[in-house]
């Protein structure tokens, strides 16, 4: 069995194929270990330390040891048992679920499941493929053929609709076989697998799969045990019939099964005397099952631990191989004190923002979660998209602590405060991007470009205060070539006309367009697509050059060097959000998806709205202190430096008072009932044209709401719809209907102002909403990861920050980078779309926890900040420009003012841009285009 070999199986009833991927046995050579064995001494010769904050270490057993034929028997015997709740949970999900899981996939379409065990859950799935889908092929993942030709004869001849085919041998072995097919793919990892893996080894796993055999639109449905009552979860690990402990007590015998087939197979190609005595390697009446669940890490750990002082003597066969000129082979056993525990397996249970984290960090998309009837159990459906914004295994928190802790920013919070590492850790990213993230960045440039906006449309001017889409696909390389040219001083690339061309875009006053800043002169013609692409490939080697020099050579640049290769990096980024919100202004018919997402139906009303209170105070210090152009000009680059744009620096200190903030943006949903109530009053009905917002589309009704062909003309109509959709580069999902009703509504300043007037309430301050934000993080992930004071609805954050912090210098407000901001936040194109806002009560009876409060992520929020310098303002030398042609003057305020600053980050906004909490945003206040919300802020005593 070198190869895989094919099996057609006989009979009549039989109607599937086996393909057997197994490794022959190494029955040929006397030489060498097999790597189960060599894995086995490993395990019990090296202990390791499990991930979390214990120092223990434990020696290990291989996990998969324990499936062979009476493992797998105990095991489907144990899922029957009522406090096995998680079998029973996943049945409930399949069958109240089915029809919705089978509609995301296509017809024609492989369906792979990893690890099938008894299909007695599957068997559910592919009886809705079987009746609602043709051309499907099911392939069935397992490492013991016996209880895989059981399951799949008598499934393959039910189930006639679908194909069937069974793969016997390990995900290493079986994996690479499937990547060849072009055909869309559906993964299923059912039964919380994915819980015995390490966080890091799922993040791992699930980035192996999507590279190696998913493509693009592919997608993985994967089973996530959640969080919930303690004994709840001890019960279902220690049953009442003990099948448990027989389970993981049969490891031992399936060992010396192994070690004693392997030891009888060496002696007969040596003709050496056999010994039945050499494979009783282990006596499994000396261990005993024990297990501990970590409520902090959400895990649950099985051990197996010695009744006694053991002794594991390995046969001579095995012993001599372990020795290896090291040593006599008897210096090879391990002895086992009475009371040590052997390491066999994890299962983690996950919280509500686990899923989220899980794909961000693998690089995919979380499209939806169906969850069983008591809230138990998860299924989880991630795709593939064509590409992402950022290189998404590295996190802001990685190099600070293990990823055990799914709610990731908490789990870092007390050894930042105790013992803050170098600020390179601190949620900072490198200073000079990598190429990595370039090339992210230039795969999801191509996707807005050539896919969701093909070349022919290019020249469509969705905006008419904007050029035509062309023009970006020029700027971005074009600026970037001249700050290359400075870095590296030498000249532009050709043509040096397109620098002229397309060095700056136009951002005209919205009531006079005659008022401009200085720009680029627009050339009679533009340039041929083809054309701008060939440059644009110029542009990008000649990066990739300068950066694959400084990562690999590792030589020292100048600060200015630095600043420009930064410059063009987060000037691409901020455009590629630029490009996308033009796109949404086009006709949703002209927008090819660009990832195959599901919008869910509305399954809960809109959000019980709630409050914060913050005391203010006269230290809240906005921007940063360390980024000095001009001192810094010409020197070298500072180790783990921080860039900001011109605008962030000066840092400036101002006094807050009390204020009261709610703590989710207003959603689509409160919008539209603000809507309909305006128009029921004749005075105020005259209004509803200019409150409408951009992000939305009138549907038409029926039985499937769609937009119209001539939707842009039918917004302008000034009259209410009945119900709109959502703008988004994935379809215009139903207000009415989807959860795009609990999604943040986007609109201008002058329309959330309007919002705010009616409901009698503000807009926060960029000076309150930036204090509110990071106090709130800090204060949150230390209330989650180190417990503290209660809080209650009456406490005030900053105050509770203060309890919490009594004796620890934070100096987290001078650093530009936060990181507690949630490792699940809607940034990056984690989503094509915003996400629903939270319900936002503390659950109760649980004295301390917060109230959920989204800061960043989905949307940026507009604040009441005019567009001023901070005192001490000077602009960039190398791009005087960028801030200060838009800087209002000094004494406008309020209303008269022109431009108001944004804080926070919409989905499109690159994490680099999101996570740094000094970035400034601007728009002017009667823009409706930007991907920008609100929330309702109050003074307070």
Same mark, same amino acid.
């Given at each position: 069995?070198?190869?895989?070999?094919?099996?057609?199986m006989?009979?009549?009833?039989?109607?599937?194929?086996?393909?057997?991927?197994?490794?022959?046995?190494p029955?040929?050579?006397?030489?060498?270990?097999?790597p189960?064995?060599?894995?086995?001494?490993?395990?019990?010769?090296?202990?390791?330390?499990?991930?979390?904050?214990?120092?223990?270490?434990?020696?290990?057993?291989?996990?998969?040891?324990?499936?062979d034929?009476?493992?797998?028997?105990?095991?489907?015997?144990?899922?029957?048992?009522?406090?096995?709740?998680?079998?029973?949970?996943?049945?409930?999900?399949?069958?109240?679920?089915?029809?919705?899981?089978v509609?995301?996939?296509?017809?024609?379409?492989?369906?792979?499941?990893?690890?099938?065990?008894s299909?007695?859950?599957?068997?559910?799935?592919?009886?809705?493929?079987?009746?609602?889908?043709s051309?499907?092929?099911?392939?069935?993942?397992?490492?013991?053929?016996?209880?895989?030709?059981?399951s799949?004869?008598?499934?393959?001849?039910?189930?006639?609709?679908?194909?069937?085919?069974?793969?016997?041998?390990?995900?290493?072995?079986?994996?690479?076989?499937?990547?060849?097919?072009?055909?869309?793919?559906?993964?299923?990892?059912?039964?919380?697998?994915?819980?015995?893996?390490?966080?890091?080894?799922?993040?791992?796993?699930?980035?192996?799969?999507?590279?190696?055999?998913?493509?693009?639109?592919d997608?993985?449905?994967?089973?996530?045990?959640?969080?919930?009552?303690?004994?709840?979860?001890?019960?279902?690990?220690?049953?009442?019939?003990?099948?448990?402990?027989?389970?993981?007590?049969?490891?031992?015998?399936?060992?010396?099964?192994?070690?004693?087939?392997?030891?009888?197979?060496?002696?007969?190609?040596?003709?050496?005397?056999?010994?039945?005595?050499?494979?009783?390697?282990f006596?499994?009446?000396?261990?005993?099952?024990?297990?501990?669940y970590?409520?902090?890490?959400?895990?649950?750990?099985?051990?197996?631990?010695?009744?006694?002082?053991?002794?594991?003597?390995?046969?001579?066969?095995?012993?001599?191989?372990?020795?290896?000129?090291?040593?006599?082979?008897?210096?090879?056993?391990?002895?086992?004190?009475?009371?040590?525990? =052997?390491?066999?397996?994890? &299962?983690?249970?996950?919280?509500?923002? +686990?899923?989220? #984290?899980? $794909? %961000?960090?693998?690089?995919? *998309?979380?499209?939806?979660?169906?969850?069983?009837?008591?809230?138990?159990?998860?299924?989880?459906?991630?795709?593939?998209?064509?590409?992402?914004?950022?290189?998404?295994?590295?996190?802001?928190?990685?190099?600070?602590?293990?990823?055990?802790?799914?709610?990731?920013?908490?789990?870092?919070a007390?050894?930042?405060?105790?013992?803050?590492?170098?600020s390179?850790?601190r949620?900072?990213?490198?200073?000079?991007?990598?190429?990595?993230?370039?090339?992210?960045?230039?795969?999801?440039?191509?996707?807005?470009?050539?896919?969701?906006?093909?070349?022919?449309?290019?020249g469509?001017?969705?905006?008419?205060?904007?050029?035509p889409?062309?023009?970006?696909?020029?700027?971005?390389?074009?600026?970037?070539? =001249?700050?290359?040219a400075? &870095?590296?001083?030498?000249?532009?690339? +050709?043509?040096? #006309?397109? $620098? %002229?061309?397309?060095?700056? *875009?136009?951002?005209?006053?919205?009531?006079?367009?005659?008022?401009?800043?200085?720009?680029?002169?627009?050339p009679?013609?533009?340039?041929?697509?083809?054309?701008?692409?060939?440059?644009?490939?110029?542009?990008?080697?000649r990066?990739?050059?300068?950066?694959?020099?400084?990562?690999?050579?590792g030589?020292?640049?100048?600060?200015?060097?630095?600043?420009?290769?930064?410059?063009?990096?987060?000037?691409?980024?901020?455009?590629?959000?630029?490009?996308?919100?033009?796109?949404?202004?086009?006709?949703p018919?002209?927008?090819?998806?660009?990832?195959?997402?599901?919008?869910?139906?509305?399954?809960?009303?809109?959000?019980?709205?709630?409050?914060?209170?913050?005391?203010?105070?006269?230290?809240?210090?906005?921007?940063?202190?360390?980024?000095?152009?001009?001192?810094?000009?010409?020197?070298?680059?500072?180790?783990?430096?921080?860039?900001?744009?011109?605008?962030?620096?000066?840092?400036?200190?101002?006094?807050?008072?009390?204020?009261?903030?709610?703590?989710?943006?207003?959603?689509?949903?409160?919008?539209?009932?603000?809507?309909?109530?305006?128009?029921?009053?004749?005075?105020?009905?005259?209004r509803?044209?200019?409150?409408?917002?951009?992000?939305?589309?009138?549907?038409?009704?029926?039985?499937?709401?769609?937009?119209?062909?001539?939707?842009?003309?039918?917004?302008?109509?000034?009259?209410?719809?009945?119900?709109?959709?959502?703008?988004?580069?994935?379809?215009?999902?139903?207000?009415?209907?989807?959860?795009?009703?609990?999604?943040?509504?986007?609109?201008?300043?002058?329309?959330?102002?309007?919002?705010?007037?009616?409901?009698?309430?503000?807009?926060?301050a960029?000076?309150?909403?930036?204090?509110?934000?990071?106090?709130?993080?800090l204060?949150?992930?230390?209330?989650?990861?180190?417990?503290?004071?209660?809080?209650?609805?009456?406490?005030?954050?900053?105050?509770?920050?203060?309890?919490?912090l009594?004796?620890?210098?934070?100096?987290?407000?001078?650093?530009?980078?936060?990181?507690f901001?949630?490792?699940?936040?809607?940034?990056?194109?984690?989503?094509?779309?915003?996400?629903?806002?939270?319900?936002?009560?503390?659950?109760?009876?649980?004295?301390?926890?917060?109230?959920?409060?989204?800061?960043?992520?989905?949307?940026?929020?507009?604040?009441?900040?005019?567009?001023?310098?901070y005192?001490?303002?000077?602009?960039?030398?190398?791009?005087?420009?960028?801030?200060?042609?838009f800087?209002?003057?000094?004494?406008?305020?309020?209303?008269?003012?022109?431009?108001?600053?944004?804080?926070g980050?919409?989905?499109?906004?690159?994490?680099r841009?999101?996570?740094?909490?000094?970035?400034?945003?601007?728009?002017?206040?009667?823009?409706?285009?930007?991907?920008?919300?609100?929330?309702?802020?109050?003074?307070?005593?």
């Open positions: 069995m070198g190869a895989a070999a094919l099996v057609d006989p009979g009549p009833s039989c109607h599937y194929r086996f393909v057997d991927h197994r490794l022959a046995p029955g040929t050579s006397p030489q060498g270990l097999p189960i064995i060599r894995e086995i001494v490993s395990g019990l010769a090296v202990p390791r330390k499990l991930p979390g904050r214990s120092p223990a270490r434990f020696r290990s057993l291989p996990l998969v040891l324990l499936y034929d009476v493992g797998l028997d105990l095991f489907d015997r144990l899922t029957y048992l009522p406090e096995y709740y998680l079998t029973n949970c996943e049945i409930d999900i399949l069958q109240s679920h089915s029809n919705d899981i509609a995301e996939i296509p017809d024609g379409s492989d369906v792979i499941e990893l690890g099938c065990g299909l007695r859950k599957t068997e559910i799935l592919l009886d809705a493929l079987n009746r609602q889908r051309g499907v092929t099911y392939y069935a993942i397992d490492v013991m053929p016996g209880p895989l030709h059981a799949m004869s008598k499934l393959s001849s039910r189930f006639t609709n679908v194909s069937f085919v069974a793969l016997c041998g390990t995900y290493d072995q079986v994996l690479p076989r499937l990547r060849e097919s072009s055909r869309r793919k559906t993964v299923l990892w059912l039964g919380s697998s994915i819980g015995n893996y390490h966080a890091d080894e799922a993040i791992g796993f699930l980035r192996q799969l999507s590279s190696s055999m998913m493509s693009p639109g997608a993985v449905i994967i089973g996530m045990d959640r969080q919930k009552d303690r004994q709840v979860i001890l019960d279902a690990y220690h049953d009442s019939q003990g099948l448990t402990t027989e389970f993981e007590l049969n490891i031992l015998v399936h060992i010396n099964a192994i070690i004693g087939e392997y030891v009888q197979r060496q002696r007969r190609v040596c003709s050496a005397p056999s010994d039945d005595t050499a494979a009783a390697v006596d499994k009446d000396k261990f005993t099952y024990v297990s501990t970590d409520e902090g890490i959400g895990r649950h750990d099985i051990f197996l631990e010695a009744r006694e002082d053991v002794r594991v003597c390995w046969p001579r066969e095995v012993a001599t191989q372990i020795a290896d000129g090291r040593g006599t082979s008897s210096e090879c056993d391990v002895v086992i004190k009475c009371g040590e525990r =052997i390491y066999i397996e994890s &299962a983690y249970k996950y919280s509500d923002s +686990a899923a989220e #984290v899980l $794909a %961000q960090r693998a690089g995919l *998309g979380l499209s939806t979660t169906w969850t069983d009837s008591r809230g138990y159990f998860m299924l989880s459906l991630f795709c593939k998209p064509r590409a992402s914004m950022v290189a998404r295994p590295t996190t802001s928190f990685t190099s600070l602590t293990s990823l055990d802790k799914w709610s990731a920013p908490t789990q870092c007390n050894r930042l405060l105790e013992q803050p590492p170098p390179a850790a949620g900072q990213p490198s200073t000079i991007p990598s190429i990595d993230e370039w090339r992210h960045l230039w795969a999801v440039w191509d996707m807005l470009t050539c896919h969701v906006v093909p070349w022919d449309q290019l469509a001017r969705p905006i008419g205060l904007r050029h889409l062309i023009f970006y696909l020029g700027h971005i390389p074009a600026f970037a070539d =001249i700050h290359m400075a &870095a590296e001083s030498s000249p532009l690339t +050709a043509p040096a #006309v397109f $620098a %002229q061309w397309f060095e700056r *875009g136009i951002d005209p006053n919205m009531e006079d367009p005659t008022k401009c800043h200085d720009h680029s002169a627009v009679d013609k533009w340039p041929a697509v083809s054309e701008i692409v060939a440059y644009r490939s110029r542009v990008c080697a990066i990739s050059a300068w950066v694959d020099g400084y990562e690999q050579c030589r020292t640049v100048s600060y200015d060097a630095a600043r420009h290769i930064w410059m063009a990096f987060e000037h691409e980024a901020e455009h590629i959000e630029t490009f996308l919100y033009m796109v949404l202004q086009m006709s018919t002209n927008i090819r998806p660009p990832i195959a997402a599901s919008i869910a139906r509305k399954a809960r009303q809109l959000p019980r709205e709630s409050w914060i209170s913050y005391a203010g105070s006269s230290k809240v210090v906005l921007g940063m202190q360390h980024d000095n152009e001009s001192a810094l000009g010409g020197k070298p680059l500072p180790d783990g430096h921080t860039f900001g744009w011109d605008n962030e620096s000066p840092s400036t200190t101002v006094a807050v008072g009390p204020f009261r903030l709610r703590t989710q943006p207003v959603t689509n949903g409160e919008y539209l009932i603000f809507l309909e109530r305006l128009g029921r009053s004749p005075d105020a009905a005259s509803l044209p200019l409150l409408v917002p951009q992000s939305w589309v009138p549907l038409i009704s029926g039985s499937e709401r769609q937009a119209p062909a001539d939707a842009d003309a039918a917004a302008g109509t000034g009259a209410l719809a009945s119900d709109y959709g959502v703008r988004t580069l994935v379809g215009t999902p139903s207000i009415a209907d989807t959860e795009a009703a609990l999604w943040p509504v986007t609109v201008s300043l002058a329309q959330a102002e309007a919002y705010a007037e009616w409901h009698g309430k503000r807009l926060p960029e000076a309150e909403w930036t204090h509110a934000a990071r106090t709130y993080h204060a949150r992930a230390l209330t989650i990861y180190a417990g503290g004071p209660s809080f209650s609805d009456t406490t005030r954050v900053d105050d509770h920050l203060d309890d919490l009594a004796g620890r210098d934070a100096a987290v407000s001078e650093h530009p980078y936060d990181p901001i949630p490792d699940d936040a809607n940034v990056g194109l984690a989503h094509w779309h915003p996400q629903p806002v939270t319900d936002t009560q503390a659950a109760p009876g649980q004295p301390g926890q917060m109230p959920a409060a989204t800061f960043v992520g989905s949307a940026w929020e507009w604040t009441t900040t005019p567009f001023h310098p005192p001490g303002f000077c602009a960039s030398p190398m791009y005087p420009g960028y801030s200060s042609d800087f209002d003057p000094p004494e406008a305020r309020g209303r008269d003012s022109t431009h108001h600053v944004l804080k980050g919409s989905y499109a906004t690159h994490p841009l999101a996570r740094r909490q000094t970035f400034r945003n601007w728009y002017q206040r009667g823009y409706p285009f930007v991907l920008a919300t609100f929330r309702l802020c109050e003074d307070a005593e």
